[in-house]
């Protein structure tokens, strides 16, 4: 049997599937969007390894994990989780749907010629920036 885990924004989900990749069980753990100031969108990483834990301890209660062969993961869109140099977490993760810089990116949408089209990102508020 294999694990998926997806971290996702509102929670994590964990599935265990048949090696012919027939549904076992699932099992998810919340998360919580902080939300300190309009258009801000932010989590705590240590919220992110600590929901995967709870929703794998869920499933180690219906399944012999000891059996799975491999596992796959998926996470949230684009974000931003800032590190120092030593690799530890310097604040709150800036997730995909934050819009804080929404005035900035309008200043480089009406400076830019087709910037859209140079960043790849479609005309959305949550996307302007890179």
């Known amino acids: 049997m294999y694990l998926g885990i ?20 699932t099992a998810s ?22 929901a995967t834990n709870v929703a794998i301890e ?9 059996l799975v062969k491999g596992i796959g993961l998926s996470g949230q869109m684009h974000g931003a989780t ?18 804080r810089s929404k005035d900035e990116c309008r200043q480089l949408e009406n400076n830019i010629e087709d910037c859209h089209k140079l960043t790849g990102k479609p005309d959305h508020a949550r996307f302007y920036c890179a």
Request: net charge negative.
């Open 6 to 25: 997806d971290l996702g924004t509102s929670g994590v989900k964990v599935l265990i599937i048949s090696t012919s990749g027939e549904s076992i069980t």
């Open 58 to 66: 869920k499933l180690s209660r219906l399944v012999d994990l000891s």
């Open 29 to 50: 753990a919340r998360l919580t969007v902080s939300r300190p100031y309009d258009l801000w969108s932010e989590q705590n990483p240590q919220d992110w390894w600590e």
């Open 82 to 99: 800032l590190l120092d140099t030593n690799g530890h977490v310097l604040r709150p993760a800036i997730l995909w749907n934050d819009g």
